[in-house]
């Protein structure tokens, strides 16, 4: 059986209080309406207690009972920023297949919400040194169908990449000394992904 928290209980015990103060005596029958006046102070307990709700319903969402689902959402970016995490997709897996690319976008999204990263797509993306497209320009192409659908799986939560944060492919990498010392996650097709 699952646990309730501290805070689950008294969200509950709130929503039984302000049934009985404010909502009860409007469900009395007509002929019991007049015993059943409702009390300036009964209001304001009411709202007090609806305040309490709200403040209480919006803190209990903590990190512990947040899902991946909740956690990774493409509402929480603009379509300028998927524009521009597809664009990166395309310039960087044009030729690997539809699960390389979202895993390239996965790995984009990860950053962002690493605190060791910027935190949204466009300042990851551009952040200097980065990305090899973003240096030669390769970014600018316009991105295709394919690597638009990636780039919204990999904002939606789905990460072929499995948590990494870099990923390189080892026959072009100008840097494979950096790559050495990450620890390897997976291999898609030409790019090896790491943390």
């Known amino acids: ?20 103060s404010v909502f009860l005596p409007y469900l009395t029958p007509v002929s019991e309406l007049k015993a059943a006046s409702i009390e300036k102070e009964d209001i304001y307990t ?17 990190q512990e009972t947040k899902t991946r689902n909740d956690f990774y959402n ?6 300028a920023e998927i524009e521009i995490l597809a664009s ?14 979202v895993a390239v976008g ?54 072929p990449s499995q948590g990494s944060l870099y990923f390189y492919n080892p026959a072009k990498s100008k840097n494979p000394e950096f790559f050495a010392k990450r620890e390897e996650v997976v291999t898609i097709g030409n790019h090896v992904f790491l943390k």
């Open 1 to 20: 059986m699952k646990k309730l928290h501290f805070k689950q209980i008294i969200v509950t015990l709130a929503l039984i209080l302000l049934f009985n």
């Open 46 to 62: 009411g709202l007090g207690l609806m305040f309490l709700l709200v403040v209480l319903s919006g803190s209990s969402n903590n």
């Open 74 to 79: 493409y509402k929480n970016f603009s379509e």
């Open 88 to 101: 990166i997709i395309n310039a960087e897996a044009r030729g690997e297949s539809y699960q390389g690319k």
């Open 106 to 159: 996965a790995v984009i999204i990860n950053r962002v919400y690493h605190p060791s990263f910027p935190n949204s797509i466009k300042k990851v993306v551009y952040q200097s040194g980065q990305f090899t497209p973003v240096e030669n320009g390769m970014i600018n192409l316009s991105p295709d169908d394919e690597s638009f659908r990636a780039a919204y799986d990999a904002v939606s939560g789905l990460d």
